[in-house]
């Protein structure tokens, strides 16, 4: 009976002693993380002109890329970029493959119950791209029962989603989006009013509406509870806005597209 006491208390030490190596890793402090591997991981989805996008060299660039040099510079560590699908980003950040979330992604109440935010660093809203000769689609009210292309994972997708009677079409890539519009295959293409902005550009046989169908934030997303690394994040976009390196960043990427 003793010696089965005596490995019962054995299993039990062992168990305790895991459950606190484990609470210990879960509560790794994110800035000494960054500090002890001199770099700092930023996810990313490089289809989100002029957000972030593939350069000429391949390498990822952008107004987001710029901004997280910033933050990169002010933390005294290099910046790895992690490019990967829009909808993979929070699961990745919350599976530690990456530091934060610089993708053009506006603050939700779902994406809320699953990582924090910095304060706002762009204004942006949902607009509606439909082929240059359509007259039938002229605003929101005239998406009802349309078939409907997204990004998926975006505010675009919600959006367009909540419309009464619309047939969705679900892209890896806004890209893509764009392509099946050009061809016929849906009716309209709801996104970021910037990417769209590009995409109208390079295709003259598009048009976007001058009715936005949201107005939204843009934030920068980390862990839950990661208030440290959140709050050094937060100054740094205080210090660029202060600095006038925002404007220098919104002239080069924003204003240029």
Do not use: H
């Amino acid at each position: 009976m003793n010696n089965v006491m005596k490995k019962t208390g054995i299993v039990l030490l062992v168990l305790v002693l895991l459950v606190g190596l484990g609470a210990c890793s879960r509560t790794v402090n994110t800035m000494e993380r960054i500090a002890d591997n001199d770099r700092v991981i930023m996810g990313t989805n490089a289809e989100f002109p002029p957000f972030e996008y593939r350069d000429e060299t391949g390498a990822v660039a952008g107004f987001d890329v710029a901004l997280a040099e910033e933050i990169a510079a002010d933390l005294g560590v290099e910046l790895v970029i992690e490019d990967m699908d829009f909808n993979a980003l929070i699961a990745a950040l919350n599976s530690g493959k990456i530091d934060f979330v610089a993708a053009g992604m506006t603050v939700t109440e779902d994406r809320l119950e699953n990582a924090d935010f910095s304060v706002a660093y762009f204004d942006a809203s949902q607009v509606i791209i439909v082929q240059a000769d359509n007259t039938d689609i002229n605003g929101a009210d005239d998406l009802v029962g349309k078939r409907i292309g997204v990004q998926e994972g975006t505010t675009g997708d919600l959006e367009a989603s909540e419309i009464e009677g619309v047939e969705m079409f679900r892209y890896r890539k806004g890209i893509d989006g764009i392509m099946d519009l050009k061809n016929g295959n849906i009716d309209a293409v709801v996104i970021d009013g910037q990417p769209a902005g590009v995409f109208v550009q390079l295709n003259a046989d598009l048009r976007m509406l001058d009715d936005a169908l949201t107005v939204e934030e843009y934030a920068i997303a980390v862990r839950k509870g990661d208030s440290a690394f959140l709050s050094s994040i937060n100054a740094s976009i205080e210090r660029i806005k202060a600095s006038g390196r925002y404007q220098e960043i919104y002239d080069e990427y924003i204003e240029q597209d």
